[in-house]
């Protein structure tokens, strides 16, 4: 028997799919470190690498902290970056782009592209469900872009790719789940969730969304992994959406 856990009978039309860990195995820590000690190399002839590191990880812990509904996160980062370089940062700018357009896909080495994460999302779109990238919009579209052509998603038809370009918060906030359901113009209820991370991505169950969390690059303690409506491996996704989701009518 189909069990629906949408709230109030409504049929899931929305499905968001973080990206690193969940669509992309990565060791997340190892793929962090690595970007830092790329990304100081790049700007080394303007700020010395572990003051740029120092800023660089202030600058996004501002940029997840922030509540501004009037401000792009890519606003408030560089805000946050130019109280820390002052008249330094308009010739860091260039190197930052400089490396993002020719270096940045190097990173690629550090991840394992996988089967199950193009099979997961196709199969939703073989449902007829709208399809969000909901990674964390700490980088660039052109980073984002580069992260899901190494998974293999790159060329799916994405209603919503959120960057730090287009979004006003970060995960853990709710506020960054509502607002791409007002994007999209659904309820949350009409969502899930799909993330590998306890903290981020099941925090959309605060604003009524579903979440199914994605255990083979767990990010926090199987407790908190229980908090979600389902959880297992990403190629479990379809199956356990088909008996615990109310899909439409005749699907």
């Given at each position: 028997?189909?069990?629906?856990?949408?709230?109030?009978?409504?049929?899931l039309?929305?499905?968001?799919?973080?990206?690193?860990?969940?669509?992309?195995?990565?060791?997340?820590?190892?793929?962090?470190?690595?970007?830092?000690?790329?990304?100081?190399?790049?700007?080394?002839?303007?700020?010395?690498?572990?003051?740029?590191?120092?800023?660089l990880?202030?600058?996004i812990?501002a940029?997840?902290?922030?509540?501004?509904?009037?401000?792009?996160?890519?606003?408030?980062?560089?805000?946050?970056?130019?109280?820390?370089?002052?008249?330094?940062?308009?010739?860091?700018?260039?190197?930052?782009?400089?490396?993002y357009?020719?270096?940045?896909?190097?990173?690629?080495?550090?991840?394992?592209?996988?089967?199950?994460?193009?099979?997961?999302?196709?199969?939703?779109?073989?449902?007829?469900?709208?399809?969000?990238?909901?990674?964390?919009?700490?980088?660039?579209?052109?980073?984002?872009?580069?992260?899901?052509?190494?998974?293999?998603?790159?060329?799916?038809?994405?209603?919503?790719?959120?960057?730090?370009?287009?979004?006003?918060?970060?995960?853990?906030?709710?506020?960054?789940?509502?607002e791409?359901?007002?994007?999209l113009?659904?309820?949350?209820g009409?969502?899930?969730?799909?993330?590998?991370?306890?903290?981020?991505d099941?925090?959309?169950?605060?604003?009524?969304?579903?979440?199914?969390?994605?255990?083979?690059?767990?990010?926090?303690?199987?407790?908190?992994?229980?908090?979600?409506?389902?959880?297992?491996?990403?190629?479990?996704?379809?199956?356990?959406?088909?008996?615990?989701?109310?899909w439409?009518?005749?699907?």
């Amino acid at each position: 028997k189909r069990i629906c856990i949408l709230g109030s009978g409504l049929l899931l039309q929305v499905v968001l799919f973080d990206l690193d860990g969940t669509l992309l195995p990565m060791d997340h820590k190892e793929f962090i470190s690595e970007y830092l000690k790329e990304l100081s190399r790049a700007v080394v002839s303007v700020v010395e690498p572990d003051y740029f590191a120092r800023a660089l990880r202030g600058s996004i812990g501002a940029t997840i902290a922030d509540r501004s509904p009037e401000l792009t996160n890519a606003e408030v980062f560089w805000a946050a970056f130019r109280a820390h370089m002052e008249n330094r940062t308009e010739l860091i700018k260039p190197l930052f782009e400089q490396f993002y357009t020719e270096d940045f896909h190097k990173l690629g080495r550090m991840t394992r592209p996988c089967s199950e994460a193009r099979a997961s999302v196709e199969a939703m779109l073989k449902k007829g469900k709208r399809i969000v990238l909901a990674t964390n919009p700490l980088f660039p579209l052109s980073a984002i872009r580069d992260r899901m052509a190494w998974a293999g998603v790159d060329d799916l038809p994405w209603e919503l790719v959120t960057s730090y370009e287009d979004m006003h918060f970060c995960k853990p906030n709710p506020e960054y789940y509502l607002e791409i359901v007002r994007k999209l113009k659904v309820e949350p209820g009409e969502c899930l969730m799909v993330g590998n991370d306890t903290r981020e991505d099941l925090v959309a169950k605060n604003i009524g969304m579903p979440a199914y969390l994605a255990t083979d690059c767990l990010i926090g303690g199987t407790e908190e992994a229980a908090n979600a409506d389902g959880h297992g491996s990403l190629s479990n996704l379809t199956d356990w959406c088909s008996l615990h989701l109310n899909w439409r009518s005749g699907s």
